[in-house]
């Protein structure tokens, strides 16, 4: 009897435990600071400090580069026009793409899971320029088993459809996702679908929801 109550346990936990780890990537593996990149855009624009914060980091474009609905180079002469900007694409792919810095614990602990060999994901609300510099200057990233990237799919957090995007892509649904976030919002999404979701605050804080729910 004890024997099939431990298969049942073994069976039942299986059932429960997450099969697939979503990670947000900004502020939760890597943080960014939009700040940075205008700074260096004024070094080498007549406009001023405001004009190209509101360019960059407050106006549409942004967000139209990262739902994918104009392609990097129609994005640089955009800014480029509107700001005065001197340089040529190569030179706004450097000072654009290099604003983040790694989260050593969280790249750390996306590293143990993978090392247990759970299935990992980028899941992420981003753009092509610095995805491209992120591959280039951050090895971590290439050890992950795929990537949701919203300018890819033409969707972005909180929207259904880019959640549908993760499940089809890592054949997971329901309680067999754990995704980590650090928006709320967008964490919300995924528990209305079902999934395991850690609104990430700390290192801390994660990794103790993540042993909790027996991955570690």
Avoid at 105 to 112: D, G, K, N, R, T
Avoid at 117 to 130: D, K, R, V
């Amino acid at each position: 009897m004890k024997d099939v109550d431990s298969y049942l346990n073994i069976a039942i936990d299986f059932m429960l435990k997450p099969r697939a780890v979503v990670f947000d990537l900004g502020k939760v593996l890597l943080d960014f600071d939009y700040k940075i990149a205008v700074k260096r855009l004024l070094s080498r624009s007549p406009a001023t400090i405001d004009q190209i914060n509101l360019i960059i980091n407050a106006s549409p474009l942004l967000l139209r580069y990262e739902n994918g609905d104009i392609g990097s180079h129609d994005f640089f002469l955009q800014v480029k026009t509107e700001s005065g900007f001197l340089g040529d694409f190569e030179e706004f792919k450097e000072l654009f793409g290099d604003i983040f810095t790694p989260i050593d614990s969280m790249v750390f602990l996306h590293s143990e899971l993978k090392n247990k060999g759970i299935p990992t994901y980028i899941f992420s609300n981003t753009n092509e320029l610095q995805i491209q510099f992120i591959r280039r200057k951050f090895p971590f990233f290439a050890n992950f088993t795929g990537y949701i990237l919203s300018f890819e799919h033409r969707a972005m957090k909180p929207q259904p459809a880019l959640y549908e995007v993760v499940e089809k892509t890592s054949g997971c649904r329901g309680a067999e996702i754990l995704y980590i976030d650090d928006r709320p919002e967008n964490i919300e999404a995924g528990v209305k679908r079902g999934w395991h979701g850690i609104v990430h605050t700390s290192y801390a804080q994660t990794n103790s929801r993540i042993e909790e729910l027996g991955l570690l």
